[in-house]
């Protein structure tokens, strides 16, 4: 009895052991299946126009048209400069000099050669003129005398060159040599710019260099000079881009206004369209989160994930036209993004016809939606 007892005990322990790991195995399946077909939450948002297509804005930098790099026409050490970075020099100023030195010493050799060769032509002349002396002496004599004389002027220019003179008026931009250093023949000493004729440079992507011939009015806003904008012209236009990509456009100030702001200072220029109503090659500019984009961003790869109706995604090219300082990017695309409910954050693990679980933004005024 006690042994039939011990195995039917044994026998119901074993079967409910079993009966658990087979429940537990198929409650672990099931839930891993959920997993794999549950679909992605994903944060959302919606795009908000930064124009209306008529209007680009970029952020630009006044800068000079006309800048030169001055440098003695001689070598030698560098005695003084007379100036420091920012000062307004004139055209013709004396701005430095070298140690004269050697030179002076190079002038006195050849005023006393030249004073030595002066004094035995003009004997060697005279002579000829009283018929005393022959002809190939008084060439010998002439010819001397002229070559002695280039070599005073070259000694005396030489002495001259020693001094520093402003080719151009503007303002002492950079000293790239200062007193104490040796420097060589046209060796740039400093950078003088031309702030008489500024000009307000921007960089803009392919897409809108390609649509430059759309806008008519440009203008310019300083934040140093709130409420006020410059009226600008087409002064230049660069048809190579640079490394990044973008082409480098230049705008003269339009107006007469005297207090124009200072070479170096940013601004902001906005390009406007004369007729956009009637112009549908103008793209409509959007502003998404900067966290949105995906891809090689700033690229032609780059692109981000709109949410359709059924909450599936649907990859969209964009373009990007800039960054601002607040995290967002401003957009152009082929596709409108007005009212689109966009991918927020998240994007480069997505793919294209993903189904996902759009989470709205919190409510501003419902914080926690605890309401």
């Not at 009895?1 to 658990?20: G, P």
């Not at 549950?38 to 795009?47: G, L, W």
């Not at 209306?52 to 790099?69: A, C, E, H, R, T």
């Not at 500019?285 to 109706?309: E, H, K, M, R």
Request: proline residues 4%.
């Amino acid at each position: 009895m006690i042994v039939s007892f011990f195995t039917s005990n044994t026998m119901k322990i074993q079967f409910i052991t079993i009966a658990a790991i087979s429940l537990l195995a198929a409650g672990c399946g099931k839930k891993q299946d959920g997993n794999a077909t549950d679909p992605q939450p994903v944060k959302i948002c919606t795009a908000t126009p930064a124009s209306d297509g008529s209007q680009l804005v970029f952020p630009g930098k006044v800068v000079s048209d006309d800048k030169v790099y001055t440098a003695f026409k001689v070598a030698g050490r560098i005695a003084s400069l007379n100036v420091k970075e920012g000062d307004k020099v004139k055209a013709g100023q004396v701005i430095g000099r070298l140690d004269d030195t050697d030179y002076r010493v190079a002038l006195d050799a050849a005023q006393a050669e030249y004073n030595s060769v002066r004094s035995e032509a003009e004997r060697i002349i005279a002579l000829y003129n009283e018929n005393a002396t022959t002809s190939a002496a008084y060439d010998k004599a002439t010819y001397g005398l002229q070559q002695i004389t280039a070599k005073l002027q070259h000694a005396s220019n030489q002495l001259d060159d020693t001094r520093l003179i402003a080719s151009t008026g503007g303002e002492v931009k950079t000293i790239l040599r200062h007193a104490g250093e040796v420097v060589g023949a046209g060796t740039p000493v400093l950078e003088i710019v031309d702030d008489s004729t500024p000009l307000v440079e921007i960089k803009m992507p392919a897409t809108a260099f390609a649509r430059l011939g759309d806008f008519s009015d440009f203008s310019c806003a300083f934040d140093a000079y709130p409420g006020k904008v410059y009226p600008l012209k087409m002064y230049a236009e660069q048809s190579v881009a640079n490394a990044n990509q973008l082409y480098t456009v230049k705008f003269a100030f339009a107006g007469t206004d005297a207090a124009r702001p200072g070479i170096g200072m940013s601004t902001t220029v906005t390009l406007q369209s004369a007729d956009a109503d009637n112009d549908s090659t103008l793209q409509t500019q959007w502003t998404i989160p900067s966290t949105a984009l995906t891809g090689d961003v700033g690229d032609d790869n780059t692109y981000i994930f709109t949410v359709s109706a059924d909450s599936t995604l649907l990859k969209v090219p964009v373009t990007v036209v800039k960054l601002t300082r607040e995290g967002d990017a401003i957009v152009t695309g082929p596709t409108p993004l007005g009212n689109v409910d966009i991918v927020a954050a998240g994007a480069g693990k997505l793919r294209d016809g993903m189904k996902v679980a759009p989470i709205s933004p919190a409510s501003a005024s419902n914080v926690g939606n605890q309401l």
